[in-house]
């Protein structure tokens, strides 16, 4: 990676910034403006152009175009404040097809309401951290993998070692989700969950 960044403790990314593979081929490229996507942006497959998107304020805005390795428009979308409005899909000889989503996320079986009442179910409150009125917050990123099994979980913001502990424990006992997919193909997705600890008074 190539950037800057205007706070290295919080790891705010300021400016241009270009990614790329172990092999050394960029993978993306394009401009943050206090930690979010601002601009175009440019995605890469192998040296090849694969995607140009555009953002505002880190939320997709404006126009989202894909390409087949041969250069050829694969899909054109238009977005507006992060939400989908329009786009179409087509064949490697330019003409119209099948619309597709292009990414779907993974999702909890039964959606977000199941979702919410299985962590209010599973989610223990350690008595040791109750005993010693320890409140705090504690946000996991997890993948969602093409069978649906969550992996690889990682705290993105600790909070006391009890309560880490404790939503830890929920990721690593959830049931399969239904998998994310990506212009119809089944992929490995992250997601990110926030639990909230917080005493009666």
Not at 178 to 196: A, M, N, R, Y
Request: net charge neutral; proline share 3%; hydrophobic share 30%.
């Amino acid at each position: 990676m190539e950037g800057y960044f205007s706070s290295i403790e919080d790891r705010i990314k300021e400016g241009y910034f270009k990614y790329y593979i172990e092999s050394g081929l960029i993978s993306s490229e394009g401009l943050f403006e206090n930690n979010k996507e601002e601009g175009v942006w440019k995605y890469y497959n192998l040296g090849k152009i694969w995607s140009v998107q555009n953002y505002k304020s880190g939320e997709l805005d404006g126009l989202f175009e894909a390409y087949y390795s041969n250069g050829k428009v694969k899909r054109i979308d238009n977005y507006e404040k992060g939400q989908f409005v329009s786009g179409k899909c087509f064949t490697q000889n330019g003409k119209d097809t099948t619309y597709i989503n292009f990414r779907t996320q993974p999702e909890f079986k039964g959606g977000e309401v199941k979702l919410y009442e299985y962590l209010s179910k599973k989610t223990v409150y350690p008595k040791k951290a109750q005993k010693n009125n320890i409140e705090g917050r504690v946000v996991i990123r997890f993948w969602v993998d093409i069978d649906g099994s969550l992996v690889d979980p990682e705290i993105l913001s600790k909070s006391d070692p009890l309560l880490n502990e404790a939503a830890l424990k929920v990721i690593k006992n959830m049931p399969k989700w239904i998998t994310g997919k990506q212009e119809g193909i089944l992929v490995k997705v992250s997601f990110v969950l926030p639990f909230d600890f917080k005493l009666d008074q």
